[in-house]
């Protein structure tokens, strides 16, 4: 469970908790007021008063109920015939309507006696129950009524309900804002920088917004680059091609040479179109299968021979170090693409008899290093990362020829194949790219 459902729960749980502490505290009052009401002393004897009536008479009574009155017990009342008390104290209405059913009941646990006095009268000594359904409650001031506490829980409910719900509706509306914002072509668009301090799920969605963002923004900013990069790739060998169409119509007679030039920048387009091809399938993932058996040892030798075969003019020459278990998974053709674009490069950047050193060597992780080193004058530092760019090319290779796109598919193929590839200066000049790639199954 994450951390936006603890905070539902404990938010939810600290609701109910206050309004259930709310409704007990106000019931609790109330039942505590009327405890107090409703708790009586203990109930006076009233066969006491009625042995007193028969022994002393009706003085000796008289003194007993007005001692008795000073006391905060329930008062005793004596009724005559009229039922007219002794003390002449007010009898509440509901006494007098049951004093005919009382004086019936001879023993009502104690509560009421009727008595013949020495004088002749009969009196009826009677104790006021206190649990009579029909005694009248006075309204204790400090109760709150039944509808208080409700009311109470339901405000608590809807303060907390109102809390919740801007605490978590705000980040969606941002989030929605982010959205549209983006839909709109604005890629600049941000959310971690309105989060706050937010440590929760929807902070993790907002920062996967950014990401998601930032790749779109870093996309189309390569789309637009590979497009400007490729118009500008292809204006130069067209414009020679319609020079050398203008010059073999101006000049009949040199028609060989300028349809030589053609077909040399036909070549170069036709090369350019087929690289950026490989490019595009491979950013797509149209890698093929990849589960070929392919002998690294093999498979570099054949493109160390093509590459000599080339380099015969320059003078330059190439070492190749083979090693024992060299077999990986993969797709031959790319990876023979890959490999043939990195020795060409570094061919390419080697002075006149300079030597390219190829080598491979097994890792103790399951995994084969391939290193390629030219003696050439290296790269920047700072373009270190961005040769595998498509159509970059330094400072001290503009000059030369080629697009830029051969260690950019070099790099597409190599992590498609769940490898890596490096590039950096040797410590006595020239550029070392560095291939690791996981071994297969041994054949």
Known sequence: ????????????????????????????????????FRAPPPTPSVA????????????????FLLEQSREPTPPIYALD?????????PVPAWMLEQAPQ?????????????????????YLLFAPPPDSRNMPRPLDRGMLPPLMPLLSGLVVSLIFAALLAWYFSTPIRKLRSAFEALANG?????????????????????RDFDSMAQRLQQLMDGQRKVLHDVSHELRSPLARLQAAIGLARQQPERIEDSMARIERESVRMDALVSELLTLSRLEAGMTGKLDESVDLNELISNVV???????????????????????VRGNAELLHRALENVVRNAV????????????????????????VSDEGSGVPEADML????????????????GHGLGLAIAQRVITAHQGKIFASNRPFGGLCLTITLPLGPAT
Not at 81 to 89: K, T
Not at 186 to 206: N, Q, S, T, W
Not at 391 to 401: P, V
């Open 305 to 327: 021979e093509d590459a000599r075969f080339e380099t015969e003019a320059n003078g330059c020459r190439i070492a190749f170090e083979k090693s024992s278990q060299t077999v």
């Open 102 to 122: 009382i004086a019936g009941a001879q023993n009502s646990h104690g509560m009421a006696e009727k008595v013949s006095a020495a004088d002749g009268h009969t």
């Open 186 to 206: 604005h890629l600049e668009a941000r959310l971690v920088p309105v989060m706050g301090k937010r440590r929760d799920e929807l902070a993790d969605l907002g």
């Open 81 to 89: 015939e009229s039922h007219h008390d002794i003390l002449d104290r």
């Open 48 to 63: 006491a008063a009625a042995s007193l009536l028969r022994h002393s008479g009706r003085a000796a009574l008289q003194d």
């Open 1 to 36: 469970m994450g951390r936006l459902f603890w905070k539902f729960f404990i938010v939810f749980w600290l609701a109910q908790v206050t309004t259930f502490i709310g409704v007990g505290v106000a019931m609790w009052s109330h039942s505590s007021g009327m405890e107090q």
């Open 348 to 371: 390419k950047h080697s002075p006149s008899e300079g030597l390219v050193t190829i080598k491979l060597q097994n890792n103790d992780n399951q995994t084969i290093g391939i290193t």
């Open 386 to 401: 961005s040769i595998f760019e498509p159509f970059f090319r330094s400072d001290q290779t503009k000059t030369s020829d």
